[in-house]
Every structure is written in C-alpha cells, then in structure tokens.
C-alpha cells in the first residue's frame, strides 16, 4: 500500500486479557519497527525487524510482550495478560532497509497507530 | 542510548521564522540527524536529516555545526499547520525519541 496500514485503531480490552496488533509495512520495505507512545512523551522503542528476524527486542517491556513477522512484511504485536500501564498508542514504522554502520539511513514512515486502552 | 535535549516547547505566529535547537551530546560518528514532525492522533512523519553543514528541502532547513554536538531546525514563515510536536531522535538506526519541541502558531 501507499503508506503503513495498523489495525485496529482502537482497541479496548480488559486487564487480563490477551490483544493482537497488526502492522502493514509498506510493500517492499524489509525492516519494520514497533514504538509505544504514552500521552504527553516521545515514541518508546520496543523492537525491530530485519527482514523475518528480530534484530533487536530490548525495548519490550517484558514477557507479556512479544512481536512477529513470518514472511518479512505484516507484523504482529502481541500483548498477554494486559495490564492498565499497557494502555498507550502502539506506533509501527518500517523503512525500505534498516542501519547499516555508514550507510545513509532512510527516514522512518510511520503509520496512525493503534490507541489500546485497557479498562 | 541516551536522549537528545531540546526545548519543551515555543511559541510563534504566522509567517515568522522558527528555529529549534537540539542538543546530540552523545551522537555517534556514524549517526545522521534527523528531524520529525506529530500531529495528533497521527504517527511521526520524517522532515529531513543531514550529517553536516546545511541540508534543505521544500519543508525545512538542517544546520549542523562541525562538532555535531547540536542541530537547528529551521522553518520558514511557519503558518497554522505547522503547529504540532518536532522531534529529533537519538540513534542512526533505533532511534530514541524524547519528549520533543511542541511549537504553537498563533495568528
């Protein structure tokens, strides 16, 4: 598609409860990234993929988190046990390649992102 | 990683020019400085990036000194629609956001 597609939009769920957040990266772009944005702060890392691969999850929270990618473009972010403190914008971005030491990066497209409240 | 520094927000009014400054006191060699622009209920969009000296595109300007300690974006005759969040991440490929400029512009 034209840009990065998330889905839902909004999301509200019960604390307890397991959620699942997808991510359409644009076609063609291998690395894909996962942000959580809480109101009034900056996007917080969570993870990036290269490719198929998680090149680097330090941001994840903990282990109720845990995000994939099967094929290299649709990921899914996928949350356990949700708790209050995990309500926040879910932000997915993806780039036609990730770092690369000297190479000239590539400017991060982000999509709208998905509000998950958990009440 | 630790984050960029800039101001919390300012203030300005149509058809002035804005400059916003950021502190990279811990940039990499390798790293660019980029620059992104919220609005709500929108993710960040990319504005532009340089590594040194000056960049500039149909949006903005990059300024970057020598030593790469700081950067200065600069947007000229700003009008309403600019008014959102400006960010400068840390980082040449995870970037590390903060918490941003928010810029406000009155009529």
């Known amino acids: 598609g034209a840009g990065v597609s998330q889905t839902p939009s909004n999301k509200v769920t019960e604390k307890g409860k397991y959620v699942e957040l997808r991510c359409d990266p644009i076609?063609?772009?291998?690395?894909l990234y996962w942000y959580r944005q809480s109101l009034g702060q900056g996007p917080e890392f969570l993870i990036y993929f290269q490719g198929t691969g998680a090149a680097d999850d330090s941001g994840l929270p903990n282990d109720r988190f845990f995000a994939v990618r099967p094929e290299g473009s649709v990921s899914t972010l996928k949350i356990q046990r949700t708790e209050r403190g995990d309500s926040a914008v879910y932000l997915c971005?993806?780039?036609?390649?990730?770092?690369?030491?000297?190479?000239?990066?590539?400017?991060?497209?982000f999509g709208s992102g998905t509000r998950l409240t958990v009440v | 990683l630790a984050k960029t520094t800039q101001p919390i927000s300012m203030d300005s009014y149509e058809g002035q020019e804005v400059n916003i400054t950021c502190s990279h006191n811990?940039?990499?060699?390798?790293?660019?400085i980029t620059w992104y622009q919220q609005f709500p209920s929108q993710g960040p969009r990319f504005i532009i990036q340089?590594?040194?000296t000056k960049v500039t595109n149909e949006v903005a300007s990059l300024f970057i000194p020598a030593d790469r300690k700081s950067s200065t974006l600069s947007l000229p005759r700003v009008s309403l629609s600019d008014t959102a969040v400006y960010y400068c991440?840390?980082?040449?490929?995870?970037?590390?956001f903060g918490q941003g400029t928010e810029l406000s512009v009155k009529p």
């Open positions: 340089g590594y040194k």
């Open positions: 811990n940039i990499a060699t390798n790293d660019y």
């Open positions: 971005a993806s780039s036609p390649r990730g770092w690369a030491g000297a190479s000239i990066p590539y400017g991060y497209t």
């Open positions: 076609s063609g772009h291998t690395a």
């Open positions: 991440p840390q980082g040449g490929g995870k970037l590390i």
